[in-house]
């Protein structure tokens, strides 16, 4: 089974700190996503990436950046953290081309103060 | 930016009911899928419709895509505490990527 690990699954950080999310995936996908989630919004897409070094702006990539320097692990940044960043952040992978099912991550529960 | 409606927003209902849920949109998607996330858990995929009219069941869950590929139904038989969960749909163009909709929330009460 693919197994999707996102680092932490509370986080509690103050307004202005920088923030690092971290995903790992265990089945060599070439395709992975961030996403936040929120009630009565869905899954909302903030960075995907489909390669090592590659990655294109989502619907919400506005306050975010992501790196991926390896295959399997793709991060997510929080340049100057706000309250309106409070969210679920969700991490999934998928092979192949990017409509493809994914695998997600249990997701980190972000809280900014 | 495709999108994808869904409703209800929220059911709650005893074990036992049956229940349909919707996802609608006025775009063509090549594909959908349908997700459910449990509390504490990510989306886990239950099952991907391909072709226009298409019906898939998967025990008590009965899952179609609409003629025209723009709207598809969940429809849960005999309900139960397990069914309890959010249900995502999504869709999908090659040319794009997933669109997910706004979710179903499901409770499911003894």
């Known amino acids: 089974d693919v197994k999707v690990t996102q680092s932490s699954r509370y986080l509690v950080k103050r307004t202005g700190e920088k923030v690092f999310l971290e995903c790992v995936q265990d089945m060599d996908h070439e395709n992975m996503f961030w996403y936040r989630q929120d009630p009565g919004l869905g899954l909302r897409l903030i960075y995907f990436?489909?390669?090592?070094?590659?990655?294109e702006k989502g619907d919400i990539p506005e306050g975010y950046s992501v790196s991926r320097e390896k295959k399997e692990r793709f991060s997510l940044i929080l340049e100057s953290a706000s309250t309106n960043q409070t969210s679920m952040y969700l991490c999934a992978s998928s092979l192949g081309v990017r409509t493809q099912p994914q695998h997600f991550g249990d997701g980190t529960r972000l809280s900014i103060l | 930016t495709q999108l994808l409606e869904q409703s209800p927003q929220f059911l709650s209902i005893q074990e036992g009911e049956n229940l349909t849920v919707y996802c609608n949109s006025s775009?063509?998607?090549?594909?959908l899928q349908w997700y459910r996330q449990e509390p504490g858990e990510g989306p886990v995929l239950l099952v991907t419709v391909v072709t226009g009219g298409e019906v898939k069941k998967l025990k008590r869950l009965t899952f179609q895509f609409g003629d025209a590929r723009k709207d598809s139904s969940l429809h849960i038989t005999a309900a139960q505490p397990g069914d309890t969960g959010l249900y995502l749909c999504a869709g999908g163009d090659p040319a794009s990527k997933l669109t997910f909709g706004t979710g179903t929330r499901l409770q499911v009460t003894l």
């Open positions: 990436s489909y390669d090592v070094k590659m990655k």
């Open positions: 775009s063509v998607f090549s594909s």
